[in-house]
């Protein structure tokens, strides 16, 4: 173990004289490699309480939700209980994160996985230290093709490093590629995505009674979640809890700020 560790010193010493440690979003010089200078850094707005303690979404102060045996719970998980059990992110989705996971989704930046998951142990240290089996959002198959990586499997793949939970991301399915979600709310985005994945029957054996935590990039209204939850549940997952590396907030309550 120690002849291990002084070769990796020696290969990250290696790799800092021949690329010189340089901030992921705005290259400017940095202590390690991985790391965000402290301007960029500084840009970063954490998923902190008051949170619902359902979906993870943040509300403006605790009048914004209601006390139930969880905890907080914002008015919609009150309204329409999601199927996943609870869901945490690491970041509100703004121009900070933005400039994260933009580049890592679509510019093929997969460096940014291994930041933005030890960003994501931290928030979700609790479901993480629960957690049996780590599965990835799934890609469809012609999507993939076009990005070439799904990002969700690298982070449940950086996480299974960082955590020791085992990662598999072969275990759910997309049954049937999407329309763009962007711009359809929430009631359209569930309709969308209401019996688009699925766990092949091989995957029975290994989800049965297990406590799944499903990874992605980006929370937004939870409709993938909750229709990912939907597959594994019905697979025989004693529950499925979520974590992602941002959320994004609920503009009805950020209106109500």
Known sequence: MALAARLKALGGAALDALLPPACLTCEEPVAEQGGLCPGCFARLSFVTAPMCAVCGVPLPHDAAGEFRAEGLVCAAC?????????????LRYDEGAKALILPFKHRDRTEMARPLARLMA???AALLREADLLLP???HRWRLFGRRHNQAALLARELSRLSGVPHAPLLLRRARRTRPLGDLGAAARAAELEGAFRAPPRAAATLAGKRVLLVDDVLTSGATANACAAALLAAGAASVEVLAAARVPDPRIERAR
């Open 122 to 124: 931290r928030a979700g």
């Open 78 to 90: 009150l309204a329409a209980p999601p199927l996943f059990r609870r869901a945490r992110a690491a």
């Open 137 to 139: 959002v799934p890609l």
